[in-house]
């Protein structure tokens, strides 16, 4: 009877050191998610979505045609999805963009960038304009953006 309690506590051993490195492992996995060292659910390698393609693109653009485009800064800048407007504001770009001429409007989607941007103007002083660019989408891929502002530049 007396080895009896002792294989116990032997059987009892390994259990307790499985338990501690479970327990170790889990506030591992806690503290990795906690200070973002573990990021569930996010791919790394993921492609950026339509809104954020189309609003870098806008603002590229939209900067690359000012005087200064270095100095320049866009605030509130927002994006929404828009309707085709094929006889109006979007006729241009459907007959005249080598990417959309022709193609069936079924296929296109448009995205509206928006916002303000503030740049040096060519005698110094700063200037500070709105614009609107649409960013069109065939098939999901984005093909083409047209930039207006509110003020020529």
Request: aromatic letters at 4%; proline letters at 3%; glycine letters at 8%.
């Amino acid at each position: 009877m007396g080895n009896h309690h002792g294989d116990r506590r032997g059987n009892r051993s390994p259990l307790l050191w499985a338990a501690a490195l479970i327990a170790a492992g889990v506030a591992i996995v806690a503290i990795a998610v906690a200070t973002g060292a573990l990021e569930l659910g996010k791919s790394g390698d993921s492609a950026p979505s339509a809104e954020q393609s189309a609003q870098q693109r806008c603002e590229s653009d939209v900067v690359k045609r000012l005087v200064s485009p270095a100095k320049a800064t866009i605030s509130d800048s927002r994006t929404e999805t828009s309707s085709l407007d094929a006889e109006g504001r979007d006729f241009s770009s459907l007959t005249a963009s080598e990417p959309l001429k022709g193609v069936d409007i079924s296929r296109i989607t448009v995205l509206n960038v928006s916002g303000v941007v503030n740049a040096p103007s060519e005698v110094g002083s700063t200037i500070q304009d709105h614009f609107d660019c649409r960013a069109y989408f065939v098939d999901g891929a984005l093909a083409h953006t047209l930039v207006v502002f509110d003020h020529a530049h």
